[in-house]
C-alpha cells in the first residue's frame, strides 16, 4: 500500500469503531481469460486500471479506494449504512452500464455490496482479499458455465427435478431488490473504443433511475392487450418443459391474438414501447413469484426491434431489466421481434451484444420459411424463432416439410436451434420434428397460464397422451 493511501485510510478511520465499506469483485475471469488469450495480462490491467479511474471519479475527498484480490474495496469516510449501500448500487451500475457491449468480455461482471465491519477487524478483512497476481480466482459460487455456441441453455438438474423444486440458496429480499447490471467490456485492440449500446454520442453513459418503472407508465394509453400469460416451451433435446414465453394477449372477434398483434395493427411508438415494458416487468415478477416458492422456471421475454432501437429508449429498457439479480439472469431469455430486413449488420451486432448482458440465451425472430441468416453472422444468436400463423396454419403437404426442413438446416448452419411457436396440433409437431425444429410452444403444448411454467420432464409421449385427452 503506498503511504499516500495507507495516510488517507488512517484519517479516514480515526475515532471510529466501525467502517462501512463497498466490496467491488470481478466475476467470471477465468472465462475471459480463456476467450482473451495471450491479450490475458494486457486486457486486466486495463480493466483495473479503468474500474479505479471511474470509481475515483465519484468518491469524496476523504474516501479511500484499495485494489483488493479480484476487485476493490471502497472505505467511506462518512455516512449511514443505507447511504454506503446506496452509492455501491449506484456505482456498481454505473461501472457496469461502462463496460456494456464487448466481445471478449462477454461473461465479465462486478459483483458489489456493502457492510459495515469493526475498524479492528478492517486488516484481517484487507488480508483475506488483499491484492494478488491473478483476479479469476475470485468467481463468484453459482455463477452459469460456459456453453458452445447454439446452445439452449438448460437449467441444472438436481435429484428433486420432478419435483419441480428448485435447490437455491435462500436469497434476501434486499438482494432480490438489488439492481445491478452484468457487465461486457470494450473490445480489446489498439484503436479507440468503440462506443457501446447505451452511450450517448459525446461516449457518456446517462443516469439510469431504476425506480422510475411504475403503473403511471401506461395509465395515460389505450393498452389494447387484455392480459399478459405464460405459454410453456417444450424442447426436444433435453425432454423438458424448459422456459415460458411471456406475452400480451387479447381476445377480439373470437380470435385469440399475442405479441404485437394484439395492438391491431396501432402503429404508435408509444403504444409499442409500452406493451414491451409490460411484458417485461410482468415476465419479472412472475419468475419471482415462482422462485420465492422454491420452484425452477424460466422465462423468454420478447422485445420489438424499434422498442430498443434508439439510445434513449435502450437505456429505459435495461433499466427495467436490471432489476434481476446477475446470478438469476441465467433463467432469463430474451427474444428480439420484428428485426427489418434492412437493419445494418453493425447495428444489430450493438443490439445482440449489449442484450447479453441480461439473459442467458439470446433469440432472433424471424418470418417462417426464413433461409438466409447470413446478415446475424456474429450477432450470438441462440435460437431462431418462427411462428406458425394462426388464420393459415400449414398442413402436412410435401411443400411444408421442403420449406421447414429448408430453414432448419439454415439454422443449424448458423450455429443455432430453430424455435416454432403457436404450434396448435400434433401433425404440426411430428411435421416440425421432422423437419429438424427442437423447441415448440403453442396450445399442443400447454394453455396459457398466469404464471410460468416450473421445470418439468415432458417427452413426446406425454404430449400425445395430453391431446388424446383433450380430444
Excluded at 85 to 111: A, H
Excluded at 402 to 431: F, M, N
Amino acid at each position: 500500500m503506498k503511504p499516500e493511501t495507507l495516510d488517507r485510510l488512517k484519517a479516514a478511520l480515526a475515532g471510529r469503531d466501525a467502517v462501512d465499506i463497498g466490496h467491488f469483485q470481478w466475476v467470471n475471469l477465468d472465462m475471459v481469460r480463456a476467450e482473451a488469450g495471450d491479450k490475458w495480462e494486457t486486457l486486466k490491467d486495463k480493466v483495473y486500471s479503468a474500474s479505479s479511474h471511474f470509481i475515483e471519479k465519484r468518491l469524496s475527498e476523504r474516501d479511500v479506494l484499495l485494489r483488493c484480490k479480484g476487485g476493490f474495496i471502497l472505505v467511506f469516510a462518512k455516512g449511514s449504512d443505507e447511504e454506503a449501500k446506496e452509492r455501491t448500487e449506484q456505482t456498481s451500475q454505473q461501472l457496469n452500464l461502462f463496460f456494456l457491449g464487448d466481445r471478449i468480455l462477454k461473461q465479465f461482471e462486478i459483483s458489489a455490496r456493502s457492510e459495515s465491519i469493526p475498524v479492528g477487524d478492517l486488516a484481517d478483512f484487507m488480508e483475506r482479499s488483499r491484492e494478488t497476481g491473478d483476479a479469476s480466482e475470485t468467481e463468484a459460487p453459482g455463477s452459469p458455465g460456459p456453453e458452445g455456441p447454439g446452445k439452449w441453455r438448460p437449467i441444472a438438474h438436481d435429484a428433486r427435478e420432478n419435483t419441480g423444486v428448485l435447490a437455491v440458496d435462500s436469497v434476501e429480499k434486499d438482494e432480490l431488490d438489488q439492481a445491478v447490471v452484468p457487465s461486457q467490456e470494450k473490445t480489446a485492440g489498439t484503436g479507440p473504443r468503440a462506443r457501446t449500446a447505451i452511450e450517448d454520442e459525446d461516449g457518456n453513459v446517462p443516469e439510469v433511475a431504476p425506480g422510475h418503472v411504475t403503473a403511471a407508465l401506461f395509465s395515460e394509453l389505450d393498452k389494447t392487450w387484455d392480459d399478459i400469460v405464460f405459454k410453456p416451451c417444450w424442447d426436444v433435446r433435453f425432454n423438458h418443459i424448459i422456459a415460458s414465453f411471456c406475452l400480451a394477449r387479447r381476445q377480439y372477434r373470437g380470435e385469440t391474438l399475442y405479441g404485437r398483434d394484439t395492438l391491431l395493427g396501432k402503429d404508435s411508438p408509444a403504444l409499442h414501447r409500452a406493451l414491451d415494458h409490460a411484458v417485461v416487468i410482468a415476465a419479472q415478477r412472475g419468475f419471482m413469484s415462482r422462485y420465492s416458492e422454491g420452484m425452477r422456471c424460466a422465462v423468454a421475454i420478447p422485445v420489438n426491434y424499434d422498442t430498443i432501437l434508439g439510445a434513449q429508449d435502450r437505456i429505459r429498457y435495461f433499466s427495467i431489466l436490471q432489476y434481476v439479480p446477475p446470478r438469476l439472469r441465467k433463467y432469463f431469455y430474451i427474444r428480439v421481434d420484428n428485426i427489418p430486413d434492412g437493419a445494418p449488420l453493425g447495428q444489430m451486432e450493438e443490439l445482440f451484444r449489449a442484450m447479453r448482458c441480461f439473459g442467458s440465451n439470446i433469440l432472433a425472430k424471424i418470418p417462417l420459411g426464413t433461409v438466409h441468416l447470413s446478415r446475424f453472422e456474429n450477432c450470438g444468436i441462440t435460437l431462431f424463432s418462427s411462428q406458425i400463423p394462426s388464420r393459415r396454419p400449414f398442413a402436412a403437404s410435401p411443400a411444408t416439410v421442403e420449406k421447414l426442413t429448408a430453414q432448419a438446416t439454415s439454422i443449424v448452419r448458423a450455429k443455432a436451434r430453430g424455435c416454432l411457436t403457436q404450434v396448435a396440433t400434433l401433425d404440426q409437431l411430428t411435421v416440425s420434428l421432422d423437419a429438424g425444429f427442437e423447441v415448440f410452444s403453442g396450445s399442443v403444448i400447454g394453455g396459457d397460464l398466469k404464471r410460468p411454467a416450473p421445470l418439468r420432464a415432458c417427452t413426446l409421449d406425454d404430449i400425445m397422451r395430453r391431446q388424446s385427452d383433450v380430444a
